[in-house]
């Protein structure tokens, strides 16, 4: 989509809040489905990141929790978007503080600026309908209105919430704003007898949570109905901690905003609400039976991802994250495959999953927290094998990166290089390492990996001692300004 057309430049904001639960095994704690490339080569967020374009776009500023912080730079930086900012939520209070955070960053960065505020994780179709859905909200906006997309239903969906369009929306000048309206009410998830009767209606929208107004707009609208939200939003950037590329808001004053969504802060209170009916395609991907609907699919109702091979399959969801996955004789089946876990469910259970990962939080299953790939600021690691007292794992690091200058209370490592030169900081010494050389660390002894070549510096790390947890380190030094 490209936002020529629009008269006022236009500010992404990028909300990265959602664990993505039902998405599980591919979604996890630290690397949720938004990150994840669902449905295409990019993650759902660098889709949402591409979305909007054209010379008036301004850089996104991104919002996400601080233990994100790392894959949104690295994502970013892969499809060469360089940020205005990535603010970091120090917890999760809903979307109301996140979006009143960005509303004030905004009013003092870009003040002329249409905040167009969307979740990071949902589908939607560019093309000539976007185009027009998207002008029309940038016009009602530029006229104060907070104007969001009502996705036309195509069936009784209970899972989303619902817009009632009501008379057409005019500026103050009296001119109509065509394919804008005012909104006469939202409804929180139906139940079905009212989905079905909404649907009949014609007169309401799925709510696609996706919004576009004025900083200005935002911040009166949140004074008059949450002001205590505004307030937290403010204080909490103005004690805020510049961090690298970062900013960190102030944990105690952020901590004082109430928990509330954007719908129940202001959506639902205020005079200024507009829909913008559309009909290109959206869903927010919530399930993998969506994922099974928005994936291509052969003559029998399949679609796979990954090395999968099927015999005598119909209407099936099959991913594979690397092993070679089969299925035989199966209908209505979702089978996903990853290098550490396997779920295997009935598409019409597909939406709880939910219950089944709280059994596997309850049984500290590590899982449930993080993929065996791991994405860290300096490259990655990923874990080949663990057993009692011991660990194996493969570390890439990036040309010119550096871990931490760092010790261990509980575990001894030994390196081995596979491909590339490692400098070794052990003690007082420093070691150049390359193809086939080793190097002992024993427990307690501080020390340092760094790359300083030109490609990837690749190396097998095989720990061993009485705790192995990524919590075992005591950092003196880290360019990335991490405190655990």
């Given amino acids: 989509m490209t936002a020529a057309s ?13 664990s993505g639960t039902r998405l599980w095994p591919l979604s996890r704690k630290n690397a949720p489905k938004q990150f994840a490339p669902l449905l295409s080569k990019n993650s759902m967020f660098q889709e949402t990141v591409l979305r909007v374009t054209g010379p008036k776009v301004l850089a996104p500023l991104v919002i996400c929790n601080a233990e994100q912080r790392f894959i949104v730079a690295e994502q970013l930086r892969a499809i060469g978007i360089k940020p205005s900012a990535i603010m970091l939520e120090p917890e999760g209070r809903d979307s109301a503080p996140a979006i009143a955070a960005a509303a004030v960053w905004a009013s ?29 909200a940038c016009e009602a906006a530029q006229a104060g209105a907070i104007a969001t997309f009502g996705m036309k239903p195509t069936k009784a969906e209970t899972g989303y919430g619902y817009i009632e369009r009501g008379k057409p929306f005019e500026n103050a000048q009296g001119d109509v704003i065509k394919g804008a309206f005012q909104v006469s009410r939202f409804t929180e998830k139906p139940d079905q007898t009212q989905a079905e009767a909404f649907l009949k209606s014609g007169r309401y929208d799925w709510n696609a949570g996706i919004f576009i107004a004025q900083a200005k707009t935002w911040i009166d609208e949140f004074q008059a109905h949450e002001p205590k939200v505004l307030k937290a939003a403010r204080e909490a950037l103005k004690d805020s901690q510049a961090d690298l590329d970062f900013i960190r808001l102030d944990p105690k004053d952020f901590a004082k905003a109430p928990k509330i969504s954007i719908d129940y802060a202001v959506a639902e209170r205020t005079s200024k ?8 395609t959206w869903s927010d991907v919530g399930s993998w039976s969506a994922v099974h609907e928005a994936t291509p699919q052969d003559e029998n109702g399949n679609a796979v ?38 779920l295997v469910t009935s598409r019409k259970r597909a939406q709880d999953i939910k219950p089944l990962v709280s059994k ?21 690691y990923e874990t080949i094998a663990l057993g009692d007292r011991y660990q194996v794992k493969s570390i890439k690091v990036d040309p010119g990166k550096k871990l931490s200058l760092q010790k261990h209370h509980h575990r001894a ?13 052990r003690g007082d010494e420093r070691l ?8 002992y660390l024993p427990l307690g002894e501080v020390h340092r990996l760094e790359n300083p070549g030109v490609i990837p510096l690749v190396l097998v790390e095989v720990q061993s001692g009485s705790y192995l947890g990524e919590d075992d380190i005591v950092r003196f030094e880290d360019d990335y300004a991490r405190h655990k």
């Fill in 6 to 18: 629009s008269s006022a430049s236009i500010l992404p904001v990028i909300l990265c809040g959602g």
């Fill in 273 to 280: 609400a507009v829909v913008v009916p559309a009909s290109f």
């Fill in 432 to 439: 150049q390492l390359t193809e086939n050389e080793s190097v």
């Fill in 360 to 380: 596997l939080q309850g049984l500290q299953r590590p899982e449930v927290i993080n993929h065996k790939h791991v994405a860290r600021p300096w490259g990655s």
């Fill in 108 to 136: 003092k960065k870009a003040p002329d600026a249409l905040l167009w505020v969307s979740p990071a994780d949902a589908l939607m179709e560019t093309g000539p309908e976007w185009d027009r859905a998207f002008q029309a």
């Fill in 413 to 425: 490592e030994h390196w081995v290089v596979v491909s590339g030169t490692a400098i070794v900081t």
């Fill in 305 to 342: 991802r990954g090395d999968v091979v099927l015999h005598d399959a119909h209407d099936c969801y099959v991913r594979s994250e690397g092993m070679l996955t089969t299925v035989v004789g199966l209908e209505d089946v979702v089978v996903v495959t990853t290098r550490d876990a396997v």
